[in-house]
């Protein structure tokens, strides 16, 4: 199995096409906790999941390498447990990326997002050639903005746009960090 990142206790990979990732990616929605801040708990249907979320994740992967969405395990061939984002879209300017995280709500609370994050800002800035990190995420999600704070990021802007599902305190907007390659200290180091 090809092996994006390792960190202390995290192995990321690329997704592959495989049913056992629909199945990954479908029951890591399934959980409207995990869901709360981004659909306000609604699922998202396997079939969504097989025939536009998989293929949507292996296209980034071919138009941005070393780019894109990469599912987390506990290392040594542990279980599924989510996954981490550095990615980069059609419209993102150059030397920029955006990270983002969805973990099982298992997973939750042991530092696996702030872990597994820093490492990818780390990889995004030494490796990729990265000058700026972002980051956004519902103003009322504060495990995420924490993690982004853990990891370094700094808060830039409330923003407000439309989206398609209601979800409580979704008129407080959305919110936008970033890190600067000048400003990022390796983890290693911090
Ligand atoms: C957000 C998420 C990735 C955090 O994962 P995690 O592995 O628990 O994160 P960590 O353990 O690294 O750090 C979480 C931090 O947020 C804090 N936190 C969590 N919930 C919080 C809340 N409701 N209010 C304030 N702080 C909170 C934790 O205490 C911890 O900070 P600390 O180490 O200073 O105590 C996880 O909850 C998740 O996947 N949620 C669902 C998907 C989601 O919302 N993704 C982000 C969308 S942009």
């Not at 995420?144 to 409580?168: A, H, N, Q």
Request: net charge negative.
């Amino acid at each position: 199995m090809e092996v994006y990142l390792r960190t202390a206790r995290l192995e990321l990979r690329p997704f592959t096409g495989s049913a056992e990732d629909v199945e990954n990616l479908y029951a890591l929605d399934d959980d409207p906790a995990v869901m709360k801040y981004l659909t306000g708990g609604r699922s998202t249907p396997r079939e969504t999941v097989r025939d536009e979320v998989l293929p949507r994740l292996l296209a980034a992967y071919r138009r941005s390498p070393g780019f894109g969405c990469w599912a987390a395990a506990a290392r040594d061939g542990g279980a599924f447990l989510g996954w981490f984002a550095l990615s980069r879209d059609e419209s993102t300017p150059a030397g920029q990326a955006e990270l983002g995280y969805r973990l099982r709500q298992e997973a939750w609370g042991q530092g696996y997002a702030t872990e597994g994050s820093r490492a990818l800002i780390d990889k995004g800035f030494a490796e990729l050639g990265l000058g700026r990190i972002t980051a956004h995420t519902m103003t009322v999600n504060l495990g995420s903005r924490r993690v982004m704070e853990k990891c370094g990021l700094r808060y830039v802007r409330t923003f407000f746009l439309d989206w398609p599902d209601v979800i409580e305190g979704g008129e407080q907007g959305d919110v936008e960090y970033e890190l600067l390659q000048a400003d990022w200290t390796p983890s290693s180091r911090s």
